[in-house]
C-alpha cells in the first residue's frame, strides 16, 4: 500500500494554524502563571499545622489530581450554570479547568520541596530569632525554588500538551484547528503530523531548558 503525502495544503492554511497557536499560547501561559500563584498558596495551606486550613487544601488538591483534566474542563463549562448560575464561555472554562488543575500539582512540589529541606534550618532560623514567615522566606524558599524549577518546567511542559483537551469545548487553539482542516480536506495524516510538529517545536526549547536547569543545579549542589 502507498500514500502520497501532500503537504501543499498546509502552505495555504498555515494562518490557520498560527491563529490556533497563538490561541494554544493565551491558554498555556496564564494557566501556568495563575496555576504557580495558586499552587503556592495550596502549598502552604497544606503545610499549615491547622486542619482547619490543611484539610481543605488537601482535599482540593487530591479532587483535581484524582480526576481527568478533560472531565474537569467538561464539568466547568457545563455545571457551572447550573451550580452557580454562571455561564462560561468555553474558553474561560478551559482556562479556569487547566489553571486549578495545574495548582493542585504545583501545590504538591512546593510542599515536596519545603519538606525535603532539614527541619534543623528551620531550628537554626528560629534560635537567630527568626518567626516562621521570615524563616520560611529568608531560609527555606530560595533553597526550595532552585530545587522545585525542574518539576516547575516540566509541569509547563505537560500543561501545554494538555491544552489539546481543550478543544472539545471548541476552544479555537491548534488541535482544534488541526481537526477542523482535517474534516475539512480529508488529509488527516498530513495535518495531524503537522500539528504534532508544530506542538514540537512549541515544547522542546522547555525540554531544553528544563535539562539544562537539573545539570546545573546538580553541578552546584
Known sequence: MTYDWDFSLLVQNWPVLLRGLLVTVELWIPAM???????????????????????PALGAIEVFRGTPVLIQLIWFFYACPIVIGVQLTPFVAALLGLTLNT???CAEIFRGGVQS???????????LGMTR????????????LRRMLPAFTNRAIEL???????????????????????????RPLEIL???????????????????????RLA???
Do not use: C, D, N
Not at 502563571?33 to 484539610?55: C, M
Not at 521570615?134 to 533553597?143: G, K, N
Not at 476552544?171 to 482535517?182: A, I, K, T
Open 117 to 127: 529541606i532539614p527541619k534543623g534550618q528551620f531550628e537554626g532560623a528560629r534560635a
Open 193 to 215: 503530523t503537522s500539528v504534532a510538529i508544530v506542538y514540537f517545536v512549541l515544547i522542546y526549547p522547555g525540554s531544553v531548558l528544563s535539562a539544562r536547569l537539573e545539570r
Open 219 to 221: 553541578a552546584r549542589s
Open 103 to 105: 495548582a493542585a500539582y
Open 133 to 144: 514567615s521570615h524563616a520560611m522566606r529568608r531560609v527555606i524558599l530560595p533553597q526550595v
Open 33 to 55: 502563571a495563575a496555576g504557580l500563584a495558586l499552587g503556592f498558596l495550596l502549598g502552604l495551606a497544606r503545610l499549615s499545622r491547622s486542619g482547619w486550613i490543611a484539610k
Open 160 to 186: 501545554a500538551k494538555v491544552t489539546s483537551l481543550a478543544s472539545v469545548l471548541s476552544v479555537h487553539e491548534l488541535m482544534y484547528q488541526g481537526r477542523l482542516l482535517s474534516s475539512t480536506y480529508y
